[in-house]
């Protein structure tokens, strides 16, 4: 900051307005750790916001074209590790659809039961987060322990917690288990009940509402513009949602509403959120109903499946295909193609170019995050220094997709 | 569903699309650089087209075919429900001279999407008003989505610390010896103590 | 509570007892009281908070609760996530404004040594900037590794001990172990959480 000491009339009140130039970040308990944002303040109004990522930028992109296709997995578990299965998933079907594989009915069931647990594990963790970071502890404490029990879930059925690595081209890396629609069951009332008492108790809280309220108001064209998709242009009333507007698996069989806002301010985004878990589980269920209890999960294709370990150790023919599946990678035909699902902050797109080799030639992410975070710049301006919170967390920034 | 747009582009604008195909049931048409901003505002007004969102700009390196580099947008179309992938081919094998036109001022998002396109593959968008590295720091040399930077070359920006800093060699830090650090070794520090005093 | 705080007996000409005594007591004060700077960065995160929350309640149970944003009122930097070469002069940066005595987890695979991520972008570990006390292991470590970690580092404190030490699985199914997973695994969660 400049110094004050300009030479003021005696008498003539006006202090120097000498704009402020405040750094937040990238360490800063709002920023989650990975953006920074150049404030520059005239008292406490924000003039003009500059926001820098890149500050978790982890070479995604590069990392894959150095393996295999399948090799891809774990990296995109780790794009965003708030709702992991949904990228493994976007990923395997943006393979599949290169390969012309469609996986068998009780794997696209399992598929979407896994990927609408996390989509709820994701907006519980946002709300929560968003929550937190204005004050309220206890939703966050109650919505994380709602969490814990989607992710026992996903670890029962996955053996981890957080990055379950679990897709795989052509199917999953292993059939449900016997317990699993009973746990799910389980589980998801038990966190519908969690939300329904979080929810009472946030909306009922004048202050919370106050700060939510009216800001961070966006059009809905403006939200186009900038590519926004997902809970936070439905917040602006635009009911644009992947699932209903190009079904992929099964979506277009179950029957599921598209909560949208009216004005697209951040209680919209909150609330939208809220009403997308309640959805989940409406999908969930339904799911869970016509999933067949037997039956292959997985592709019968030696293309790219990997042999019953059975016939690696026992037969010759499959040891080496196993051998050749694990070295050269699944061979994908030589082309272009973008497969896009909706993940939990909006459109997943995966933009894949192959050689015809066991190798990517290229993958492209498109992180919702990426795009939802270019517009926070627009969102900020004009608006107080403590709305930066709401509104960033309304964004739902995840770092990992967002920086690639 | 969209060979329509692909069949009106062809009709308006001729010899300006290179080629068009339609793999994987993505319709894709490639473009002359040149002709870049006219079709893209050509599909964003057009009442027929109406892409009202542009999903993805991206670079492609395609080492060893000149032009070098794509730029390969997803357009996408609320109201029509179409979407169109569109390419354009620059740069010659050294990757110069890879320029095209900014789509900023017809759709917002292009603003971010073109600095990391340029931030990776050191594709120049003209006309783009703030065209500064995004993901990398300013600091660094290079563009490492080009196929050929080296995927392991750092460029630090702190030095890393020494072995005689650390006091331990460096590529040994962490104990990874058979009975170090075992959660249930930390008797031994209670061991320690005792030995000591 | 075992901390190390042992009575000695000295003779005469000997005047290192009030010393060890002080550094005893100090230690068991100090792995008691740690007040923490979360760097939170990456994926890590998650189970940080998954870590801080309810059930695992992981930090409050070791009087590491509290955190505190300002590096120069914390002595214990969390390290959780990767840190890119972009990120790697504020971390520097954070660690150099902390107050003596200080300790550094390092939280996760990425934090420990980089990870998969053996690129461009990646320091390898952040033992290459700042000198590290535990390392937690794991893509992410579960909460319970951390705990041990955190169990870890109260001894390291209470001994005055500095070298790096690393957290290890407890039951190592390459050692023999799998009897005591497969108790765990059929006894434990299945019909905890079913109920
Ligand atoms: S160790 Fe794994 S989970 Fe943790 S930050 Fe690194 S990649 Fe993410």
Known sequence: MESLDLELDEGHLELPAEPMRLMMG??????????????????????????????????????????????????????????????????????????????????????????????????LTCDGAMAMELGAFTPYLWLIKAREMIWDVLEEETGARLTHSFGRIGGMAKPPTAQFKSLVRHSVSSVLRIVDESEKMLLKNRIFIDRLENVGLISAADAISL???????????????????????????????????TKGDTLDRFLVRLAEIRQSARIIEQCLVRMADEGPVNVDDPRVMLPEKESVYGTIEGTIQHFKLIMEGAKVPKGEVYSYTEAGNGELGFYLVSDGSGTPARVRIRPPAFTNTSGLSQL?????ISDIVPIFGSINMIGGECDH | MSKAVLQKLQATFGAAILETHSQFGDDTAVVEPSHWLAIATFLRDDPACAFEMMSDLCGVDRLDVTPRF??????????????????????????????????????????????????????TFQTHPDLRRILMYPEFVGYPLRKDYPAEKTQPLVAYRTEEEAGVPLDKQAPFGPHEGMSFARNDFTKRAEDAN | MNAPLKSVTLDGNQNGFATTKLDALLGWARKWSLFKYPFVTACCGMEFMALTSPRFDGTARFGAEAPRFSPRQSDLLWVVGTISQRQAPVLKRIYEQMM??????????????????DNYTTVAGIDKIIPCDVYVPGCPPRPEAVIDGLMLLQDKIATGDRTPRIVKPRFDPAQGHQEQLVQLRTKGVIDGGAK
């Not at chain 1, 493994?88 to 069931?109: H, S, T």
């Not at chain 1, 900020?380 to 107080?384: A, D, F, N, S, W």
């Not at chain 2, 179409?82 to 759709?107: F, M, N």
């Open chain 1, 380 to 384: 900020l301006e004009g608006r107080m």
């Open chain 2, 70 to 123: 794509e730029v390969v947008i997803h357009l996408n179309s609320l109201s029509k429900g179409h979407r169109i992938r569109l390419k354009t081919r620059v740069g010659d094998e050294d990757g110069e001279g890879a320029q095209v036109a900014s789509l900023v001022g017809l759709w917002k998002t292009a603003n971010w999407l073109e600095r990391e396109a340029f931030d990776m593959f050191g594709i």
């Open chain 3, 100 to 117: 003596e005595p200080k300790w550094v987890l390092g939280f996760g695979t990425c934090a420990s040594s980089g990870g998969f991520y």
């Open chain 1, 227 to 261: 590519a926004w998709t997902g809970p936070i242009l439905r917040a602006t009333g635009v009911a644009y949602d992947i699932r209903k507007t190009q079904p992929y698996l099964k979506y277009d069989e179950v029957d599921f509403d598209v909560p949208v806002g």
């Open chain 1, 26 to 123: 990238p360490s800063h308990p709002a920023m989650h750790g990975t953006v920074r944002c150049i404030v520059d303040l005239s008292g406490e109004t924000i003039l003009k916001v500059d926001v820098q990522i890149g500050y978790l930028h982890r070479g995604f992109e590069k990392m894959c074209e150095r393996g295999t296709w399948a090799q891809v997995f774990p990296y995109v578990d780790r794009l965003n590790y708030v709702s992991p299965m949904l990228n493994n998933v976007g990923y395997a079907l943006a393979v599949e659809k290169m390969c012309g594989i469609v996986v068998p009915d009780r794997c696209q069931w399992y598929r979407m039961v896994l990927g609408e647990l996390a989509r709820i594990s994701d907006h």
